[in-house]
Each structure stands twice: as structure tokens, then as C-alpha cells.
């Protein structure tokens, strides 16, 4: 038997995908289609006679694998550690283990501001930065550091809410901090 390569698998695909058929319809709906994707119910032989036999059916398969494997590479959260020694210095800032985020710190006591930055050459950044999503920074034991919305320059502040300044603060509370999107609903 002779070994398929991916670009033989390319070329049927698209032939598959190009063809028209007359009369061609729908001929799986979104829900079947879905859970042969993800696995949950094989498709039975009929249905799987259809898919072939439709390429309108066979390209709102791709579509909806499509769609399926950009929410799987959809952000979904980073977090960063507190690395640096206490040398006395104010903390400045702090980044995510995966570089997408900066989290800086501006000024002293009361007047102190957190800034969530946006790493505009991170992986995912411009999909992130479009949504323009509700975020919340927490630290090493869960309380809240910032909470606000992504604005067009990819930033998000606030005020700093606790008493002790930031690096006395991480590092009584788990030396962490966590960025992710807010739960909408």
C-alpha cells in the first residue's frame, strides 16, 4: 500500500472541497457535524455517505474544524512570578512567564498605579488586543490587583488597592500573580 503524504492528503482535500454538485444542500447539521469533531458521536455510515457526497456539507465541516482549532489557541490566561530578590528598590515591574503581559508599577503609597500592559509581538497578541476583553490580575492568593477593560493601546490601570507597596505585597501572598480574562455573564 502506498504511504499518503501530506501533500497528496492537501491536493484530495481540495478537490473534495472544490467540487459542485447540482442540487447540493446541507446535509448534516451543525450539532452532528460538531460531535464528530470532537469525538463524542461517530458519524454513522450513512452519514458519513452524505459528507461525501456533499461538498457544501464537507466545507461546513472544514469551517466549523476551523473555528473549533481557533478557540482551542484562543488566549485564556498568563501568569508570572515575583524573580527578583528584595534589594530595597521599588518594584517596577513584573512580566508573564509566556511574555504577553507587563504588569508596572508607577509611583509610591496611596498614589500608587498599576499599568497591565499588552506585549504588542507576543503570540495571540492582536486577536487578544481586538477583543478588547475584561481583565483581572490577581495575585499569588487570589485577591484582585487590577480589574478593568483592554483599551485600544492594550493597557489597562487602576490604582493600586493595597496598603503595602508591591513587592512586600507578592511576596507575602504567593510571590504570583495570574492575568485573565473576566468571566462575562
Known amino acids: ?6 501533500l497528496d492528503r492537501k491536493l484530495r482535500a481540495r478537490l473534495l472541497l472544490g467540487r459542485r454538485v447540482e442540487g447540493d444542500r446541507l446535509m448534516l447539521g451543525d450539532g452532528v457535524l460538531r460531535a464528530a469533531l470532537d469525538g463524542s458521536r461517530p458519524l454513522t455510515p450513512g452519514e458519513r455517505a452524505a459528507l461525501q457526497e456533499s ?10 474544524a476551523d473555528e473549533r482549532r481557533a478557540r482551542a489557541r484562543a488566549w485564556r490566561g498568563s501568569a508570572g512570578l515575583l524573580r527578583a530578590a528584595d534589594g530595597g528598590a521599588a518594584l517596577q515591574a513584573l512580566a508573564t512567564d509566556d511574555g ?45 490587583v487590577l480589574e ?38
Open 1 to 6: 500500500m502506498m504511504e499518503t503524504t501530506e
Open 55 to 64: 461538498p457544501l456539507t464537507l466545507r461546513r465541516l472544514r469551517h466549523l
Open 100 to 144: 504577553m503581559w507587563r504588569l508596572h508599577f508607577v509611583g509610591e503609597g496611596q498614589a500608587c498605579q498599576v499599568i497591565l500592559q499588552l506585549a504588542p509581538q507576543a503570540a495571540g497578541a492582536h486577536a487578544v488586543l481586538a477583543q478588547r476583553p475584561a481583565l483581572r490580575v490577581t495575585d499569588g492568593a487570589g485577591a484582585v
Open 148 to 185: 478593568g477593560r483592554l483599551d485600544g493601546d492594550g493597557e489597562c490601570e487602576g490604582r493600586w488597592p493595597f496598603a503595602s507597596a508591591p513587592a512586600q505585597h507578592f511576596q507575602r501572598h504567593g510571590a504570583g500573580f495570574k492575568v485573565e480574562p473576566c468571566k462575562e455573564g
